[in-house]
């Protein structure tokens, strides 16, 4: 099992690269008990919680979406993927506190699952490009990286779409709160969307308690359920 080295709140954690049940790989950290993606499917999941679930139910031609959690950069990559498909206009904004390197996401190698190799080049320079500014990747995806956390966000009614891809709320649970809600509820314009792997009651009790209108729905394999909130009626 090969193992690399990253950081999280100033540490330094080992991180192992674990094939997942759909033939994909994400990473999982020992020191924490957890992993990027789920082990019961990383392209799986990222296709149904965040591209079915979220930019798919948005019926959306041209969206700005807020990931949170850049991590491995897959769910940038499936969302890359559906806008060739189906010649969206995609301004993709994605905060990540603790960066990973190319040298460390390419082991993963997403660029030869089934469907994605031809993305391989737009694949890396989604990790080599600058932070701070949008960069174009192609002509319908844009992507903008900000290396902040999320307490520091100060968006308004800016998205359509938000991507909620922490770590689980017992690893992050500052992450999972009234305060950080406000914030995502804040930068969605009306009517958007914000999608999460998480069903958790405490996290949609907070994402009710700030104003979200919330739909449970079912989860990706291995999970009963997930959430879908929406800013006012939809």
Known sequence: ???????????????????????????????LDETYHSTNGA????NHVF????LKFSGLKKAAVLEV???????????????????????FTSLEAYPLTWAEVSPLDYMNMEGY??????FEEMHSCDWGDFTPISSNFSLRKLNLKL?????????????FDAFA?????????EDIFALMYKALKSK???????AKGTVKRALKAVGFQLQSIPGPPGKREMTRAVKGDY
């Not at 959690?69 to 806008?83: H, I, S, V």
């Not at 307490?151 to 991507?163: A, H, P, S």
């Not at 709320?169 to 709160?177: K, S, V, Y």
């Open 69 to 91: 959690g850049f991590g491995t950069g897959l769910n940038a990559l499936t969302t890359f993927k559906e806008t060739e498909k189906k010649e969206l206009l995609i301004e």
């Open 169 to 177: 709320p017992q690893i992050q649970p500052e992450l999972w709160t």
């Open 117 to 122: 190799q031809e993305y391989s080049i737009p």
């Open 43 to 46: 392209l799986q999941e990222s």
């Open 151 to 163: 307490q520091e966000l100060t968006f308004e009614n800016t998205f359509d779409i938000i991507y």
């Open 1 to 31: 099992m090969l193992s690399i080295f990253v950081y999280l709140n100033s540490q330094i954690l080992i991180k192992e690269i674990l094939k997942t049940t759909d033939g994909s790989y994400t990473l999982y950290v020992p020191e």
């Open 192 to 198: 958007g969307v914000l999608v999460t792997y998480c």
């Open 51 to 54: 591209i079915e679930a979220g």
